[in-house]
């Protein structure tokens, strides 16, 4: 017997019996971000290393651990498959001058890869929907995305399960007043610190605070706050944006020691969290990078985004029971006999043109059997066509959720009847 293979450990198969919820998912979302204005960005899955190096930074979880980089035998580039979306977006947004003259509000949605232990809603191929809003600076852009996005939980029917974190992380010269600071206030403490604090205490100090070691929580709370060092402009556009969220009706808490895990942050910095699912809390982060575009060769411009883990979105529909059931198709198409096959098969092409979708039965098959799959389909309607009906140019149809009376009616006048039927 053949050797059978395996999905790579962490990389999932989505199966027919679980795509569907996919599809829903995957058809609010592209609702919400038409709605609000968004267009369609797809960018490769694979990117220069020196990419992700320079704008998630090189000392972040993801670069020094997650990342799945190779050796390219052709050339001797390295190559690394997407651990997120906005570095490869805004590749994309510098390289093809998207901001000449304008601005952009684009999505994204596909596989990205980390090399971590899979648990959970929480893959090594996982999916991904982000959004980057760029060329905009005030607070308003801000307020609009935290809007979208509660405006999505309540499409899902989740709101009530997830709740907005918020913070402000300043400019550059305010952040390396507050390094500073921190620094030495870890250096008193670096007795306490576990192995990973020391490790990042002079080269990312605010990813210290971001620890969820329980012995580091006390002092973690008690470290300078990055909001005492934020200058005016920063601050009153942190007011402007906090009073918009409220004003618009968006409950959030403030949390000085929110980071994020990515190095091109500014300013806004927010996330969507819930204690639904275990320890991996966090569905949806984001927040502004005022300094990446240019950082990655473009001309200085503002951009602020988010990205959004499917896999957590899904499980928390899942466990929530508010995923809809599988919609069977319209018609399942019975036929046995001399002719039967191709008489149906035009018929069913009748029906399709018409909008109907149409499963017909191939191969062999009693009337009785193929009754049965009619069924188990959850078709709506069967249309039965044997010896009988080719010779008189008709069909049988049958209503299988419904208590009709089933007629026999011409074959070109199918597409009516159960349109008729449906109304």
Not at 36 to 58: D, Q, V
Not at 215 to 224: C, F, G, I, R, V
Not at 319 to 348: S, T
Request: charged share 25%; glycine share 10%.
């Amino acid at each position: 017997m053949a050797q059978k293979y395996q999905a790579v450990k962490g990389m999932n198969d989505v199966l027919p019996a679980e795509s569907y919820q996919w599809e829903y998912f995957e058809g609010v979302l592209r609702k919400l971000l038409a709605d609000y204005g968004y267009h369609n960005i797809r960018t490769p899955i694979l990117e220069n290393t020196a990419l992700f190096i320079r704008s998630i930074g090189e000392v972040t979880d993801i670069v020094e651990k997650e990342m799945y980089t190779f050796t390219d035998s052709l050339n001797g580039d390295s190559l690394t498959l997407r651990p997120e979306g906005t570095a490869g977006t805004l590749r994309a947004v510098v390289e093809h001058n998207l901001l000449y003259n304008a601005t952009q509000k684009v999505w994204y949605m596909g596989p990205m890869y980390r090399h971590e232990r899979p648990q959970k809603g929480r893959y090594r191929q996982f999916h991904q929907m982000g959004v980057e809003a760029l060329g905009f600076a005030g607070p308003d852009v801000d307020a609009e995305i935290i809007a979208m996005t509660a405006d999505l939980w309540r499409r899902l029917g989740i709101s009530q399960y997830v709740r907005l974190e918020i913070n402000s992380l300043g400019n550059k010269d305010e952040r390396a007043a507050h390094r500073e600071a921190l620094i030495a206030y870890l250096e008193r403490h670096v007795d306490i610190l576990d192995d990973d604090g020391k490790r990042r205490m002079h080269s990312n100090p605010l990813r210290v605070l971001d620890t969820k070691n329980p012995a580091l929580q006390d002092m973690a709370n008690a470290a300078p706050k990055l909001s005492d060092y934020l200058g005016e402009e920063s601050r009153a556009h942190y007011e402007g944006w906090k009073a918009m969220i409220a004003a618009l009706g968006v409950e959030f808490v403030e949390n000085p020691r929110l980071v994020r895990g990515l190095d091109y942050y500014n300013q806004s910095v927010f996330e969507w969290v819930t204690t639904e699912l275990g320890a991996q809390g966090t569905v949806c982060a984001g927040g502004r990078y005022d300094g990446l575009i240019e950082q990655l060769g473009g001309k200085p411009a503002p951009g602020i985004g988010f990205g959004m883990g499917m896999e957590r979105v899904l499980l928390l529909l899942q466990d929530k029971n508010l995923l809809p059931a599988q919609r069977g198709v319209d018609v399942y198409l019975v036929n046995q006999g001399e002719g039967a096959g191709l008489y149906a098969m035009r018929l069913a092409q009748q029906m399709r043109a018409a909008g109907f979708s149409v499963v017909q039965h191939l191969g062999e098959g009693s009337f009785k059997s193929q009754m049965k799959k009619a069924d188990a389909s959850g078709a709506e309607f069967a249309v039965i066509v044997g010896e009988n009906e080719i010779a008189a140019g008709q069909a049988v149809i049958k209503a299988l959720r419904a208590e009709i009376e089933q007629k026999t009616v011409a074959a070109a006048e199918v597409a009516a009847t159960l349109a008729a039927l449906k109304a």
